[in-house]
C-alpha cells in the first residue's frame, strides 16, 4: 500500500470515528517505523481538520467533533513515546508554550511542545486555557528564551497580543522572543501583534525556534 493511501486510510478513520482502525493505523505506524510527524500531519491531522469542516458545513454536531477529537488525542497518546527519533538536535534553548486563555484547543500546541522536545528544546507545557498573567508569570520564572502561544479561536486571538502587551508594559518585551500559532494565525496578525513570528505546523515551528535563538 502506497504511502499516500496509508494516510487517506487513517484520515477515513477519523472522518467514520472508526477509533478501532485509528487506533490499529497509529499502532501500525509505529511498528513499522514510519515517519510519525508525516503520519500526524498527513493522515490525523488531515482527519480532524476534514471533520472540522464537515461540522461547520452542519453535516456532523459537537458530539462528533468531540468524538474525533478525543479518537485523534488517543492515537496522538499512543504515537508521541516514539516522536523522539527526530533526526539530530539542534541548539538548545527553553520554550514556554500555552494555549491561551479562553480557548481549550491543545491537539496542535501538544505537538508542537511535542516536537520541540524531541528537537533538544526544553519545553514547558502550560496547558490549555491559560491566562495571559500565568504565562508571563511562567516564561520569568523559567527564563524562557522564546514564549509560545497557541489560538484556534478569532475570538481568543486577542489574547496573543495582550501577552505582548503586558510584555511590553513590564518592560520585558527585549526578554523573550514571542511566537504565535493556530489555524487563524496569519503573517498581518503577527505585525499587527509585534510577535516574533509564526508557523503553519509543528515542523515550522521548529525552524522557526530555531532561527529565532541563532540569531
Ligand atoms: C478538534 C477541534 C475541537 C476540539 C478540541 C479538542 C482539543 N483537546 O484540542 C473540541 C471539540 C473540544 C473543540 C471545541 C470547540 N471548537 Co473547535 N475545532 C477543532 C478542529 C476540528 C481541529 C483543531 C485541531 O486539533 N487541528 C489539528 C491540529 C494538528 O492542527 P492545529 O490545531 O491547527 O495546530 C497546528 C498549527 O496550527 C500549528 N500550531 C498550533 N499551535 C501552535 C503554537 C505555536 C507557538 C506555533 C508556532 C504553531 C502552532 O502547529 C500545529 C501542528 O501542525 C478545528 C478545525 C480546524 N480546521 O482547525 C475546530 C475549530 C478550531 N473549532 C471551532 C469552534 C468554533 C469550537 C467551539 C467554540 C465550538 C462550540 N460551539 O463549543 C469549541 C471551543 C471551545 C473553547 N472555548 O475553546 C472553530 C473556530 C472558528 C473560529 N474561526 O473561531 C473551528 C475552526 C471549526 C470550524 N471550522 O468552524 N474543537
Same mark, same amino acid.
Given at each position: ?20 482502525? @485509528?487506533?490499529?493505523?497509529?499502532? $501500525?505506524? +509505529?511498528? /513499522? ?6 503520519? #500526524?500531519?498527513?493522515?490525523? =491531522? ?81 496547558? @490549555?486555557?491559560?491566562?495571559?498573567? $500565568?504565562? +508571563?508569570? /511562567? ?6 528564551? #522564546?514564549?509560545?502561544?497557541? =489560538? ?64
Amino acid at each position: 500500500m502506497s504511502k499516500e493511501n496509508f494516510y487517506n486510510d487513517i484520515s477515513k478513520a477519523i472522518v467514520n470515528l472508526d477509533e478501532k482502525k @485509528a487506533i490499529e493505523y497509529a499502532n $501500525k505506524a +509505529v511498528r /513499522e517505523k514510519m515517519k510519525l510527524l508525516e503520519v #500526524i500531519e498527513k493522515g490525523f =491531522a488531515a482527519g480532524i481538520r476534514k471533520v472540522g469542516d464537515l461540522w461547520e458545513e452542519g453535516e456532523f454536531f459537537l458530539p462528533e467533533l468531540m468524538r474525533g477529537a478525543q479518537i485523534m488525542q488517543n492515537c496522538l497518546d499512543l504515537i508521541i513515546p516514539y516522536l523522539h527519533d527526530a533526526s539530530e538536535k539542534i541548539s538548545h534553548g527553553v520554550v514556554v508554550i500555552a494555549t491561551i486563555e479562553g480557548d481549550i484547543h491543545s491537539i496542535g500546541k501538544t505537538i508542537v511542545a511535542t516536537l520541540l522536545r524531541a528537537y533538544g528544546y526544553d519545553v514547558f507545557d502550560l496547558g @490549555a486555557d491559560v491566562p495571559v498573567e $500565568k504565562i +508571563v508569570e /511562567e516564561a520569568i520564572e523559567k527564563n524562557a528564551d #522564546i514564549i509560545g502561544i497557541s =489560538a484556534l479561536l478569532t475570538t481568543t486571538m486577542t489574547g496573543q497580543k495582550k501577552v505582548i502587551e503586558l510584555l511590553r508594559e513590564k518592560n520585558l518585551a527585549n526578554r523573550f522572543k514571542v511566537i504565535l500559532g493556530g489555524a487563524p494565525v496569519t503573517n498581518t496578525w503577527v505585525e499587527e501583534c509585534s510577535a516574533d513570528g509564526f508557523a503553519e505546523n509543528a515542523i515550522g515551528a521548529v525552524r522557526l525556534v530555531k532561527s529565532l535563538l541563532d540569531k
